[in-house]
């Protein structure tokens, strides 16, 4: 069965970075797009990055663009999201989601790791 | 970027009463070949990630129950839960999925019991 399991949130100072990882499971990244999404406490959802199955194309928001490195390890099915300069309104829940295919809602959601900015 | 625009931003329903929740693009979501409509509705409980509901704007996911229900078609779209239940408490998100990746969402609806 499909799974999506993010981790590496934490607290971390206005201008730092953080790493975070989507391990997947039940399936191959190599065969799907993966995204993140992220929603900021009481907010609405965000679309954040997406690195396409070919591992090639990578897509960022206006928002993150130039700061946020989407990439993938085949060997360990994972997912990252480098973020750098980080600022307060990066603050959110970092979900990392999957569609079954190119232009398609997203079926799968994993649980979100949470990102906190602040000095 | 496509704009989703969700009417009203919070909604309360007696049980057993209808709910409806309206979501808007700013562009037609409409494509032309497949002739399907590349919107989706999520609901979010709290502490949970959000859930498909519904997707080409009117096909129901498989186990959502078959008291919610989307239509529209273009711009203008709406979903409604035709007998509102206590355990529909939730936020609910439209989404559009017609400009890849660049998938956008509408900023949210709560909805909430009379």
């Known amino acids: 069965q499909v799974q999506l399991v993010e981790s590496g949130g934490g607290v971390v100072p206005p201008g730092g970075s953080l790493r975070l990882s989507c391990v997947a499971s039940g399936f191959n990244v190599e065969t799907y797009d993966i995204h993140w999404v992220r929603q900021a406490p009481g907010k609405g959802l965000e679309w954040v990055s997406a690195i396409w199955y070919d591992g090639r194309n990578v897509f960022y928001a206006n928002s993150v663009k130039g700061r946020f490195t989407i990439s993938r390890d085949n060997s360990k099915n994972t997912v990252y999201v480098q973020m750098n300069s980080l600022r307060v309104e990066d603050t959110a829940l970092y979900f990392c989601?999957?569609?079954?295919?190119?232009?398609?809602?997203?079926?799968?959601w994993g649980q979100g790791t949470l990102v906190t900015v602040s000095s | 970027d496509i704009v989703m625009t969700q009417s009203p931003d919070s909604l309360a329903v007696s049980l057993g009463e209808r709910a409806t929740i309206n979501c808007k693009s700013s562009q037609s979501v409409l494509h032309s070949s497949s002739n399907k409509n590349y919107l989706a509705w999520y609901q979010q409980k709290p502490g949970q990630p959000p859930k498909l509901l519904i997707y080409?704007?009117?096909t129901r996911e498989s186990g959502v129950p078959d008291r919610f229900s989307g239509s529209g078609s273009g711009t203008d779209f709406t979903l409604t839960i035709s007998s509102l239940q206590a355990e529909d408490v939730a936020f609910y998100y439209c989404?559009?999925?017609?400009?890849?990746?660049?998938?956008?969402f509408g900023q949210g609806t709560k909805l909430e019991i009379k």
């Open positions: 080409w704007a009117s």
């Open positions: 989601v999957r569609a079954d295919t190119n232009l398609a809602p997203f079926h799968y």
């Open positions: 989404q559009q999925y017609y400009v890849s990746p660049f998938y956008t």
